[in-house]
């Protein structure tokens, strides 16, 4: 570790106010959906112990409790490939604050099964087509990895991600029914976010396996010039990473041999300068060496 700095200021756990907080090394952080680039690398290892469907397979032929969703051929040709790339052509919307209900992704939370409530949304692109962020694809893969493993979200990740990283402080926020929001839920330290991306550079350390890594860093589905997706996490021309609401981010440059990992409290601004002002000063400084 080169660098680490700490702050202070009014801190949340998702929607509660934790008021002000002097940050430590210890202290937990809500890192939003940087989550959903965590749930990409256990799906990763779930897959690589044949616990889970690959990614061309049919998405709703492993969740048999809706038949009647399968009976419609555009929602039975959905992969699990297109929850992986947020690219399921569903009706979706997290334009609006996460307080609201009318935001999809807290809509999908209060619904009595989320997994159905995703599910049967309106298809309004062809599936595979366009990325559309949607924090319920990564619900149905946190759900895909507690079916086939038999554990529940964060029981798997503490077991196979984090204690192998010594990751020691970590907690995943719940909904009501108890199960991990997988979308958003998950809070480290920084250096718990640091670990993870140091795993990312070097290859997934035999932790994550490798082929997994260069499937899910491959730019698979694109959201602006030079800005890309794979499986759940965000791709350029020359990093990855994983974003979070408020300026949470995990930046991983293996040209620079850099990791940067920072966690910020601007919830819901419209203005998240945090993560790009410390990117661009950290990365510039390591071209100029």
């Keep these: 570790m080169l660098l680490e700095h700490y702050g202070e200021g009014e801190d949340f756990k998702l929607n509660e106010a934790l008021g002000h907080v002097r940050f430590t090394p210890d202290t937990l952080h809500d890192v939003r959906s940087v989550t959903k680039s965590v749930v990409g690398l256990l799906y990763g290892i779930a897959l690589a112990d044949g616990r889970v469907p690959e990614p061309d397979e049919p998405l709703l032929r492993h969740f048999p409790e809706y038949p009647d969703l ?6 039975a040709a959905l992969t699990v490939e297109h929850a992986l790339t947020m690219t399921l052509g569903l009706e979706w919307n997290e334009n609006v604050p996460y307080t609201s209900s009318a935001n999809s992704e807290i809509a999908m939370e209060l619904a009595p099964d989320r997994c159905r409530y995703i599910l049967r949304q309106p298809i309004v692109d062809e599936p595979g087509t366009r990325w559309s962020y949607c924090g319920g694809a990564s619900a149905l893969v946190a759900r895909l990895i507690e079916k086939g493993t038999g554990l529940a979200l964060e029981d798997f990740a503490r077991a196979r991600l984090f204690e192998p990283l010594e990751i020691t402080c970590s907690e995943w926020s719940t909904g009501e029914d108890g199960v991990a929001l997988a979308a958003s839920g998950l809070r480290l330290t920084p250096r718990g976010l640091l670990a993870i991306g140091r795993l990312v550079l070097e290859g997934g350390r035999g932790i994550v396996p ?60 419209a203005d998240q300068p945090t993560a790009s002002i410390v990117l661009d000063e950290v990365i510039l400084k390591g071209i100029e060496h």
Excluded: K
């Excluded at 399968?70 to 929602?75: F, K, Q, S, V, W």
């Design 70 to 75: 399968a009976e419609d051929p555009r929602r």
């Design 210 to 269: 490798g082929p997994w890594l260069a499937r899910a860093l491959r730019p698979r589905v694109r959201i602006d010039e030079g800005f890309h997706y794979g499986y759940q996490w965000y791709v350029g021309d020359t990093w990855a990473g994983g974003f979070g609401n408020g300026g949470q981010r995990i930046h991983v440059s293996p040209d620079l041999d850099l990791v940067v990992a920072i966690t910020a409290g601007q919830y819901d601004r």
